[in-house]
């Protein structure tokens, strides 16, 4: 079952921060995140695993609620480049795939 | 550089014909290559699981007979488009996990146009 990604779609100015949900019914075993500008396949940004991981680089931060079933990522002053489309993708134990969100469509202004 | 490759980028074919594209790891060997369609703005939508030396797992509502996966090594899997028709026309990516860190690395994905 598709994980549900919050908001779909966010308008930024350059500097300011953003934060995109991802959430399941179903019980996580971990979730991946990437982002894919038009045209391009995605890029993988960070893996969190069970047991309630954060983890960051640079100004993008991530975090996993087990209890929730819920992944939050952190863009924190956020630059042009950041712009695309962002994905979480879940998995399950045992499982090797991955199922997607629909995705957030980031726009960063000057 | 790419840890998976995927060839060719781009392909435009006529109704009818098939098209194979080819999805190859790197930098480690992959025994389960994932193929994903996405259509403009949307999601990657998972096709099948594709498993080195065993047939492919389909997803619901996913036509085995019309997307063909073959798996013949630990670095290469295909997916032929058979009989392909104007609706079939999207961006088709691969995807595969290293195993040791579970990190998923996608091919640079194959964009087909069928006229």
């Known amino acids: 079952q598709q994980p549900v990604q919050s908001p779909q779609a966010v308008i930024l100015r350059e500097g300011e921060d953003a934060v995109i949900n991802c959430s399941s019914s179903?019980?996580?075993?971990?979730v991946h995140w990437y982002r894919q500008k038009h045209g391009e396949a995605p890029v993988f940004l960070m893996i969190l695993l069970k047991g309630g991981e954060q983890k960051g680089h640079d100004k993008i931060s991530a975090s996993f609620n087990e209890k929730k079933q819920q992944s939050s990522l952190y863009l924190t002053a956020s630059q042009l480049s950041y712009s695309g489309t962002y994905f979480c993708g879940t998995g399950l134990q045992g499982a090797q795939k991955l199922v997607f969100g629909q995705g957030t469509r980031l726009t960063i202004n000057p | 550089g790419a840890v998976v490759s995927q060839h060719p980028s781009w392909v435009i074919c006529k109704s009818g014909t098939s098209v194979k594209i080819e999805c190859r790891s790197l930098d480690f060997q992959a025994t389960t290559m994932f193929w994903y369609r996405q259509f403009p703005k949307q999601s990657l939508m998972l096709m099948a699981t594709s498993n080195e030396g065993s047939k492919a797992t389909y997803e619901q509502g996913v036509e085995k007979d019309k997307f063909l996966i073959n798996h013949a090594s630990l670095t290469l899997s295909t997916l032929t488009v058979t009989s392909a028709h104007p609706e079939d026309s999207s961006f088709y990516i691969c995807?595969?996990?290293?195993?040791?860190?579970?990190?998923?690395?996608f091919g640079q994905g194959t964009r087909l146009t069928v006229v």
């Open positions: 179903k019980a996580l075993y971990s």
């Open positions: 995807s595969a996990r290293d195993p040791g860190q579970g990190k998923a690395f």
